[in-house]
């Protein structure tokens, strides 16, 4: 079936550093993808959302970029930082439907 | 973002009592709710979609005896884990959106652990 996949489960930066998580997809049809970052014990939290009909969009420090052409799927966390240790999902949706799909999740561990 | 709240935020059950799990949406109406299951170390897993009046949505493989759902005002979703078993010690956590097409705001979580 369709899914939506991580190339890398864990990312270790030294604080300071550019992060940049990555996401495969599969689903051709997908138009809408969101990025949320999970703390232990938490539940998802919202980072920043692209639509197909954009390539990049960028939000306080981070920054998302959309290649329809390979169905691949970027974070980038500008100047990261020790708050920014989390679990990062990728999600995605097509069309009308109302339902996420979730990418397998990067753990990114910040360094001092 | 809107504010999506879950209860309670982690339980304990004996194996064979029902446990309930609520999940309200605090400042807009939800006209869809959705459910989740996440294993440790996992990806969020869905269980089911509801749409309030209606019945729910089951994706494949969740039991719907099992894991009884209720969306019955456009505020509150309610999960039911019937007769839970140990292997139904879980991370359940809860979306809500107010349209289809809308950005969807999670709940905190709640950590079911059933002895």
């Known amino acids: 079936g369709e899914s939506v996949g991580l190339h890398l489960p864990t990312l270790s930066v030294q604080e300071g550093d550019n992060s940049i998580i990555n996401c495969a997809y599969s689903?051709?049809?997908?138009?809408?993808f969101i990025w949320y970052k999970q703390e232990s014990g938490k539940g998802p939290q919202f980072i920043i959302d692209?639509?197909?009909?954009?390539d990049k969009r960028q939000g306080q420090r981070v920054t998302v970029l959309l290649n329809k052409t390979v169905k691949h799927l970027s974070l980038q966390i500008a100047a990261t930082q020790p708050g920014d240790s989390a679990v990062y999902f990728c999600?995605?949706?097509?069309?009308?439907?109302?339902?996420?799909?979730f990418g397998t999740g990067t753990r990114l561990q910040v360094t001092l | 973002g809107a504010v999506v709240s879950q209860h309670p935020s982690w339980v304990i059950c004996k194996s064979g009592t029902s446990v309930k799990i609520e999940c309200r949406s605090l400042?807009?109406?939800?006209?869809?709710m959705f459910w989740y299951r996440q294993f440790p170390k996992q990806s969020l897993m869905l269980m089911a979609t509801?749409?309030?009046?209606?019945?729910?949505?089951?994706e494949q493989g969740v039991e719907k005896d099992k894991f009884l759902i209720n969306h019955a005002s456009l505020t509150l979703s309610t999960l039911t884990v019937t007769s839970a078993h140990p292997e139904d010690s879980s991370f359940y956590i809860c979306?809500?959106?107010?349209?289809?097409?809308?950005?969807?705001?999670f709940g905190q979580g709640t950590r079911l652990t059933v002895v």
């Open positions: 979306s809500a959106s107010g349209l289809p097409t809308a950005e969807a705001f």
């Open positions: 689903n051709s049809a997908s138009d809408y």
């Open positions: 692209i639509r197909s009909n954009m």
């Open positions: 999600a995605e949706k097509s069309g009308t439907a109302s339902k996420l799909t």
């Open positions: 400042d807009f109406q939800a006209t869809t």
């Open positions: 509801s749409n309030e009046g209606s019945k729910a949505t089951y």
